[in-house]
């Protein structure tokens, strides 16, 4: 059966708080009730003290052989004296001889069952037994708590005993009391503590449900959700951890659905350029003169098409970490040099000035020469793609300490402050540079991160609209220039 967190949270602090209570009322009322035996048991035996000093008083007159006539004579006086001790001792006090026979009591002749303790209890007490401190001596329906007092004449010789009797064996009113208390003030608590933990649970719980529902609007493809964050603890923590993730996944399926966007519109324009032209050479619609300058924009869509499948070709290995550095020493300098001459055309075209900073000698780094000169080429043909015509492009190499500093600076309209935390996002393309340019599909800025992360460095972009945009980024360095090979004839 489905039990929420809440019920189950609930459920267990009732039980943990109700069963602490309990044991805690059980033990307190155990001493409560162990308390009250000993202190009933003190007050017996002060009665049975009292009414011993009461019978010393008549020591003057005690004989021997008339004890039982001495007490009996002096009943009166001897019963209303014992009567106040017995009173506070909420207790019975019996005197009887020797053998047994109740000579005087505090009890109500009328109420007495009894005239005489049996022989053997009494032999038992005066010998010393302990036995018949909590017993029913015999002749009670049920156990009393009793204390005895063995009377002696002035030789010695035993009298009589002096037998304070009770059948409550415990002060109840004081532990009834107690009790009372105990469980009243243990309700009220317990009562707070449901309250406090019910309030506790649902601020726990309510951010999980909403977490919950939340998920299950992602799985449905919406996205846009968001947890009301309350509070500055661990849960309030994961709910804004959640809205982060949430941002994200909503960022990554707009980069989806642009990306399918873009590389659909990608694939199909070169295809249908390179079907029509096709259809065209072979229907006769283009006369064989013009068949040379048509293939050369069919291998041009060509080259574009391959393009687009090695940059997803090349973003599947990355995500899949099956790129492998293959590190050596090279010199930087010569290829930034390079890649320049092969966008001679572009840059020629657009009337575009070229800087070139570098150090007097040439830069030489410990990195894989293949993956550089991707990023090189990638920060270059996006520096020329949005400089514009008669602007100026710097190529900035230098030594700094033990690491090369590698810069791309173009003049230009640069990046919106608003799309600088993204552009190294997969499928990112900002509305201003989809205007100008539609030939990417958002992923050679990724793969340049990623591929200058893999060389344990970062790349960094500074931009302000409408004046340049510059990304840059450090290699280690070598101390010692590569020797050339010989060539060997």
């Known amino acids: 059966m489905y039990k929420s967190v809440f019920t189950r949270f609930i459920s267990t602090f009732t039980l943990i708080i109700g069963f602490s209570f309990l044991i805690l009322t059980l033990i307190i009322s155990s001493m409560l009730t162990n308390y009250s035996i000993e202190s009933k048991k003190l007050l017996m035996a002060k009665a049975a003290d009292n009414s011993e000093e009461i019978i010393n008083v008549f020591?003057?007159?005690?004989?021997?052989?008339?004890?039982?006539?001495?007490?009996?004579?002096?009943?009166?006086?001897?019963?209303?004296?014992?009567?106040?001790?017995?009173?506070?001792?909420?207790?019975?006090?019996?005197?009887?001889?020797?053998?047994?026979?109740?000579?005087?009591?505090?009890?109500?002749?009328?109420?007495?069952?009894?005239?005489?303790?049996?022989?053997?209890?009494?032999?038992?007490?005066?010998?010393?037994?302990?036995?018949?401190?909590?017993?029913?001596?015999?002749?009670?329906?049920?156990?009393?708590?009793?204390?005895?007092?063995?009377?002696?004449?002035?030789?010695?010789?035993?009298?009589?005993?002096?037998?304070?009797?009770?059948?409550?064996?415990?002060?109840?009113?004081?532990?009834?009391?107690?009790?009372?208390?105990?469980?009243?003030?243990?309700?009220?608590?317990?009562?707070?503590?449901?309250i406090s933990v019910y309030i506790v649970s649902r601020q726990i719980?309510?951010?999980?449900?909403?977490?919950?529902?939340?998920?299950?609007?992602?799985?449905?493809?919406?996205?846009?959700?968001?947890?009301?964050?309350?509070?500055?603890?661990?849960?309030?923590?994961?709910?804004?951890?959640?809205?982060?993730?949430?941002?994200?996944?909503?960022?990554?399926?707009?980069?989806?659905?642009?990306?399918?966007?873009?590389?659909?519109?990608?694939?199909?324009?070169?295809?249908?350029?390179?079907?029509?032209?096709?259809?065209?050479?072979?229907?006769?619609?283009?006369?064989?003169?013009?068949?040379?300058y048509y293939l050369g924009i069919i291998s041009s869509e060509v080259r574009r098409l391959s393009r687009l499948v090695s940059t997803l070709l090349e973003l599947s290995k990355i995500e899949a970490n099956e790129k492998v550095l293959n590190r050596k020493n090279y010199n930087i300098s010569e290829q930034a040099r390079q890649i320049l001459i092969s966008f001679e055309k572009k840059i020629d075209s657009k009337q575009i000035e070229i800087v070139f900073n570098n150090d007097e000698n040439d830069v030489f780094v410990n990195a894989d020469k293949d993956a550089i000169h991707q990023v090189l080429y990638n920060l270059c043909d996006n520096a020329i793609k949005f400089t514009p015509e008669k602007g100026v492009i710097t190529i900035t190499i230098e030594k700094r300490e033990k690491k090369a500093f590698i810069s791309v600076h173009n003049t230009g309209e640069g990046i919106p402050q608003a799309d600088l935390p993204f552009v190294f996002d997969r499928f990112y393309k900002s509305d201003r540079s989809r205007g100008l340019d539609k030939s990417g599909i958002g992923l050679g800025l990724f793969i340049v991160k990623s591929t200058v992360n893999r060389h344990g460095e970062e790349i960094k972009v500074h931009s302000t609209q409408g004046e340049y945009c510059e990304f840059s980024f450090m290699l280690p360095t070598v101390k010692n220039e590569p020797k050339e090979p010989k060539q060997i004839n």
Do not use: C
């Not at 804004?240 to 659909?264: D, K, P, Q, V």
């Open 59 to 194: 020591k003057d007159i005690l004989h021997e052989e008339d004890f039982d006539i001495t007490i009996k004579r002096y009943s009166d006086r001897i019963s209303s004296s014992m009567e106040k001790y017995a009173s506070s001792a909420d207790a019975d006090i019996y005197i009887t001889d020797i053998k047994g026979n109740i000579l005087i009591s505090t009890a109500e002749i009328e109420n007495s069952e009894f005239t005489a303790f049996p022989q053997s209890v009494v032999e038992s007490i005066i010998n010393g037994s302990t036995q018949y401190t909590l017993h029913d001596l015999g002749v009670f329906s049920g156990k009393h708590l009793n204390n005895f007092n063995v009377v002696s004449y002035e030789t010695g010789t035993q009298a009589g005993l002096i037998i304070v009797t009770s059948s409550t064996i415990s002060d109840n009113s004081l532990t009834t009391k107690m009790t009372t208390v105990i469980i009243s003030a243990s309700l009220w608590v317990f009562l707070a503590a449901i």
């Open 205 to 292: 719980v309510t951010p999980l449900k909403a977490i919950s529902n939340a998920a299950k609007s992602f799985s449905v493809g919406q996205f846009d959700v968001r947890v009301p964050v309350l509070g500055r603890d661990e849960v309030a923590e994961l709910a804004t951890t959640f809205n982060n993730m949430a941002e994200s996944l909503e960022h990554i399926e707009e980069r989806r659905s642009s990306l399918l966007g873009n590389i659909s519109h990608d694939l199909r324009t070169p295809m249908t350029t390179i079907a029509g032209f096709v259809d065209g050479i072979l229907d006769g619609t283009i006369p064989a003169e013009k068949h040379s």
